[in-house]
């Protein structure tokens, strides 16, 4: 790979001491709609096989910053790069599951018929295409729904359309915008240990931005906390609690707790 | 049940009260212009359930389907691509609301100079009458994807023709359709008004030889006979509106 020079203004010269193998690397980026500054300076390290999650306060730019990392929106300082690639657009090696995510189902495909989407024009045969849609369908439980419309299902349902979609995809970088943010309280419970079941099985890095603190402890091995607009990073917490994570179990340990009460003092609540 | 009633009975039944009426009231017109709608019928009966339908009948249905189409295939296209090049909006978009609000019969005149009175200038004027509703709808059905939709395609690296296919059509083909309803009746009008200019056939030249000499029970079975086209017409259109939003919108289902 070739080092563009004088364009990593803002990249660290010196090597990571980890050892580790950065799949997201984020350097100053800088963002603005007209005159509005929304990402002010975000620099950050994603690692392959993290579950990261990001929180932010509503509005603070989560769904912008996801959209520059994506390649989805040109950015105006700063580089992103997903698996030491510059990103100039959305690379192959990346997923997405959205925020409105029962938008960005076609609800003139079926449910089998939106996984496969962007799988036909991947250059995979047919068949391969096929079973990573039926394996896809089958890992978030909706095996017995592929003929359905996406309308006909449940808003958690059609979440899990979303995800397999993105799982069959194969992403290497998998990102969930607020993706639990607008289903019942029960369903989001069952997605949230969804997303780590895939996540332990799959050879997958994701980040996963949230407005709920206790699921962002809940899922990440580590927590970005980020400030109101102009957006910086305010604190990256590591989360020191065992795996695998247990709904009752490990929201009732002590470290769970202490960790709430830092996130939410690092959001800008006083107690 | 209900919706019988008040589908096709009650309609229905207002409906032949109100040629009940006309028959009634004019059953001893002796008015020139007025004919009785006895006469009207028996006119309508001589002149359209006869082989006269297919000379008469027939080129202007041929007309107005081939002009309708060639406006279909064209508002489409050129549309679409207006459509999706953001920045042409404020360029194109005054020109395009300029053509849709010349009357379309104002073009009559010069297209007879430079196409002749043929079939190839009728066809053409009511090609060029029809096309601009359904090309301005078409802008707008391709420009109402949604945002999201739009980065869902390009995140899982769908080519052009695929967000074509899969994304931009089916959210534009509702808008296209009442593009569509809304050009039918031009083309119509359009198509009566060519042939009434210059014609060998069809119902507008039909129209103008009955009016000028005088034959009105003629002339009015005409009428009605465009009437009842325009309605079956109208209603083949709704009815496949209705399907295409069954299988493509969204506000259906959400
Ligand atoms: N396309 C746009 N044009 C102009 N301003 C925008 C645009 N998209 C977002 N904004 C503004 O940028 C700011 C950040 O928006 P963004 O949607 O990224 O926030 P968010 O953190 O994802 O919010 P939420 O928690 O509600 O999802 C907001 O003030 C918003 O009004
Ligand atoms: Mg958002």
Known sequence: ?271 | MKRLMYGVVVPALVTLAVAGLWWVLSASSTSLFFPPLRDILSAFATNWLSADFASMVLPSLWRVGLGMLIGIVAGVGVGAAIGSVRRAEPYVKPQLEFMRALPPILILPPMILVLGTGDGMKIGVIAASAVWPILLATVDGVRSLEPVRDDMGRVFGLPWRARFRWMILPTAVPHIWSGVRAALPIAFVVMVASEYYSSVNGIGYFVSQTSTSFRLADMWSAVVLLGLIGVVLNTLVAVAGRRLDKKFGENAHD
Not at chain 1, 220 to 244: H, K, N, Q, S
Request: hydrophobic share 40%; aromatic share 6%.
């Open chain 1, 1 to 271: 790979m070739t080092e563009t020079a004088g364009l990593s203004r803002t990249s660290p010269s010196s090597p990571d001491k980890d050892d580790r193998v950065a799949i997201l690397e984020v350097d100053g980026l800088r963002k603005s709609y007209g005159s509005e500054l929304v990402l002010e300076d975000i620099t950050l390290r994603i690692f392959e096989g993290e579950l990261v999650s990001i929180v932010g306060p509503s509005g603070c730019g989560k769904t912008t910053m996801l959209r520059c990392l994506s390649g989805l929106l040109p950015h105006e300082g700063g580089t992103v790069r997903i698996a030491g690639e510059e990103v100039t657009g959305p690379p192959d090696t990346l997923g997405l599951v959205f925020q409105d995510y029962s938008r960005s189902l076609l609800p003139w495909l079926s449910v089998a018929d939106n996984v496969r989407l962007p799988l036909r024009y991947k250059p995979i045969s047919k068949k391969e295409a096929e079973e990573r849609t039926a394996e896809a369908l089958e890992s978030v439980g909706l095996a017995a729904h592929t003929r359905k419309k996406p309308w006909q299902l449940s808003g958690g349902m059609q979440q899990r359309v979303a995800i397999a979609r993105a799982l069959a995809y194969h992403p290497r970088l998998l990102l969930m915008d607020e993706p639990f943010a607008s289903v019942d309280a029960q369903t989001r419970v069952e997605l949230e240990d969804l997303t780590l079941r895939l996540w332990a099985e799959r050879d997958m890095t994701i980040a996963f931005v949230t407005h709920d603190i206790d699921e962002a402890i809940y899922l990440g091995g580590r927590i970005v906390v980020l400030t109101r607009t102009p957006t910086t990073i305010r604190e990256v917490m590591p989360v020191d609690l065992p795996r695998p994570r247990d709904q009752i179990a490990t929201k009732a340990l002590d470290e769970f707790g202490r960790l709430r009460a830092s996130v939410f003092t690092a959001l800008g609540h006083h107690q």
